[in-house]
């Protein structure tokens, strides 16, 4: 015979399951709505512990760099520092030792990848052709047919529309450089790879590929662009990643970098080995030596008491000013010294 408190129970149970199935559900839908909202992140490049080796040495150090869509990221870096080694392996002309990379929010790599452009070390031109025919040959590389309406589109975007027919062995590096940035435009990619595209160029050169970055940003593009001229990518970039030795120091935006700077006292001496030792000995730690010129960034140092201790220490000081730090000297100081070429 069933009892009202066997009922009771029993309901009681039915209820805690039908409770238990809900949260069992409502967890679900979270997941689902979190790996979406991964999936739509803004960073069109997103990597993790990204590293390549050869032999015994990482040329690139598990770095985890982070691109904006619609950025400009400026990847700066000495030669040799892993800037190409990185920018490969984003576009699969190098395969990682290990790291995870993500695209388009997308681990699906392959796919992702078809929606990227790629320029890095040289534009692989065909001399003997013109400008139109090399645009053409990628076309139908890509199996696009019915192109002369988008290579006529390109071949204006960059510039380049009344120099069509001229032969691109013809070519100034600055147009060669501008029309290989119209081929890796031909698949309309949303991110292009663009690896020291001003290295080489004249001022004009250089003017004329910093508007057409600036131009493709106003369409919507994400560009990565590796160099080692500072002055210029600070003009165009929003964001920057600092890499050294194969490791990825730091990664700033424009805003961040009026932050940054520091006043720096700017000291020349005679003898450098004694002169850091007085530095030193006075409690300053954070400076940078270039040969016989320190540069003092210590917020407390005081000029007249430096100057003091280094004469009375037997070393002649030639100069003793303060100065604004320029931005090719914060990034010098980011990666360690001053040779950064």
């Not at 149970?13 to 559900?25: C, G, N, T, V, Y």
């Amino acid at each position: 015979m069933t009892t009202d408190s066997d009922e009771i129970s029993g309901f009681s149970m039915f209820f805690k399951k039908a409770i238990d199935i809900k949260l069992r559900e409502l967890y679900y839908c979270i997941s689902n709505l979190i790996q979406l909202g991964e999936f739509m992140s803004d960073y069109i490049v997103r990597t993790k512990s990204l590293t390549k080796t050869y032999g015994r040495r990482n040329v690139v150090d598990h770095i985890n760099m982070h691109v904006k869509r619609g950025e400009i990221y400026g990847f700066i870096g000495r030669n040799g520092a892993g800037k190409t080694t990185t920018l490969k392996m984003i576009a699969n002309l190098v395969s990682p030792t290990s790291g995870e990379m993500e695209l388009f929010g997308s681990t699906d790599l392959k796919q992702a990848r078809k929606k990227i452009g790629v320029l890095i070390e040289n534009p692989g031109l065909y001399p003997a052709m013109n400008a139109y025919d090399n645009i053409k040959m990628k076309c139908l590389m890509l199996g696009i047919e019915n192109s002369d309406k988008k290579i006529k589109e390109l071949l204006e975007l960059v510039g380049l529309q009344n120099a069509a027919n001229k032969k691109a062995k013809n070519f100034s590096l600055g147009m060669k450089q501008r029309l290989g940035v119209a081929m890796t435009l031909v698949n309309d990619p949303e991110l292009i790879l663009l690896d020291e595209p001003i290295n080489g160029l004249d001022p004009q050169g250089i003017v004329e590929l910093r508007d057409l970055f600036l131009k493709l940003q106003q369409r919507g593009i994400t560009i990565i662009v590796s160099s080692h001229i500072l002055e210029e990518l600070s003009k165009i970039a929003n964001r920057f990643g600092v890499i050294a030795s194969g490791k990825l120091i730091r990664e700033v935006t424009t805003e961040e970098l009026h932050t940054l700077s520091h006043t720096a006292i700017v000291i020349e001496v005679d003898k450098e080995v004694e002169a850091k030792k007085v530095l030193m000995d006075f409690g300053i730690e954070d400076f940078r030596q270039d040969k016989q010129t320190f540069f003092v960034f210590d917020k407390d140092a005081n000029p007249g008491k430096i100057n003091t201790a280094l004469v009375q220490a037997g070393i002649e000081v030639s100069s003793i000013r303060t100065q604004d730090e320029d931005i090719e000297t914060m990034f010098i100081n980011m990666m360690g010294g001053a040779n950064y070429v």
